[in-house]
């Protein structure tokens, strides 16, 4: 029996790539194919960019899917999915494009399937506007964990604007998603790694040398990471933020023509809202974990005051599954988000 197309506007909301990824990571999972139009209208190029043409063809072959609009700069997808087969697979962004926003689109589909899966997937891992590798590892992995899936990251190497060609191994063990309350406000334990490719040492000293004025950290809470220089020029300055076994990474990237101190500063200013607020859950991880919530049927967390991404993840999710979402301020600097 043929199951009721959805259409989807990817003008709404952030108006970006996320409506894309979401839209089609839900599809593969429940089997409802899905139109997509003014894909990325919300965005100065519009259309589908080489990572999200490498996501979709990911989804196309996981999903044994037809699919319509697979194209550089289609404003229009319509997707299609037949069963989700798990097994090894490689996938190449084919630029510095994120290399993991292709994982993300993947991921729920494969928790589901009926056998682990091996993802190999070459491209940015270290990009601006999308999750950095460390983020799904130290932040995102352990999380899916204590709610029963389980996703291993092995970083064979680091890819950064202009050159990419980062390369990491996903394995996906399904399992059963738990729903999760993280609602308690935390103290939280900060430490910092810089890590340099191909850059002077002195630019990642630079950094740390701003998160130590600003969190008062020792010499074991910081370290920086020389990666080969090959894989550069990259700088990536991650900050980690645990507490009740839940951790936020927040990070920043070097730039040209950008002091180190700007970018550690950048960083500082982030991880001191997560501090101040005591919240458990971030503003980058409040999505990620929204989609969890929604794939368990449930769970709560608190969190920072919703983003346009968060609240435009919220949209999407209901348009695929039969849960509710429930946006609440607890007071001017954090939220309360129940998944039922």
């Known amino acids: 029996m043929a199951m009721d197309l959805i259409d989807i506007d990817g003008s709404f909301g952030e108006g970006g790539g996320q409506i894309v990824r979401t839209s089609l990571g839900l599809s593969l999972l429940t089997g409802r194919p899905v139109e997509i139009r003014n894909v990325r209208a919300g965005r100065g190029k519009p259309g589908l960019l080489r990572q999200h043409l490498c996501a979709l063809r990911a989804a196309t072959e996981i999903g044994e899917a037809e699919v319509k609009g697979a194209a550089l700069g289609s404003t229009f997808v319509r997707f299609v999915p037949k069963s989700i087969k798990s097994g090894r697979y490689s996938f190449d962004v084919g630029s510095a494009g994120s290399a993991t926003l292709v994982l993300q689109t993947v991921l729920p589909a494969l928790l589901s399937a009926d056998a682990p899966s ?21 932040a995102f992995a352990p999380l899916l964990a204590r709610m029963g899936g389980d996703l291993k ?3 064979e190497r680091r890819g950064y604007y202009p050159r990419g060609g ?13 729903p999760i309350t993280l609602t308690d406000p935390v103290e939280h334990r900060v430490s910092a790694i810089a890590y340099i490719a191909g850059l002077k040492k002195s630019i990642a000293t630079r950094e740390l040398n701003v998160l130590r004025e600003a969190f008062s950290l020792t010499r074991d809470q910081m370290r920086v990471v020389e990666l080969d220089a090959n894989w550069g020029p990259g700088n990536t300055l991650s900050v980690s933020l645990e507490a009740s076994g839940v951790t936020e990474i927040v990070t920043g990237f070097g730039e ?3 002091r180190a101190e700007t970018v550690a500063e950048r960083v500082a200013e982030e991880a001191r809202a997560i501090l101040d607020a005591k919240v458990p859950v971030g503003e980058h991880l409040a999505d990620q974990q929204l989609l969890l919530c929604a794939l368990a049927g449930g769970g709560s967390f608190l969190t920072l005051p919703p983003s346009l991404h968060t609240r435009t993840q919220a949209t999407v999710l209901k348009r695929f599954l039969p849960v509710e979402i429930d946006l609440r301020e607890v007071d001017a600097s954090r939220w309360r988000v129940t998944v039922s």
Do not use: C, M
């Not at 091996?118 to 799904?136: M, S, V």
């Not at 980062?166 to 738990?178: M, Q, V, W």
């Open 166 to 178: 980062g390369r990491f191994i996903a394995t996906i063990t399904p399992g059963a998603l738990k």
């Open 153 to 155: 990251l092995d970083v």
């Open 118 to 138: 091996e993802l190999t997937i070459t491209g940015g891992t270290d990009n601006p506007f999308a999750p950095p590798i460390d983020f799904l590892k130290f």
């Open 256 to 258: 040209k023509r950008v």
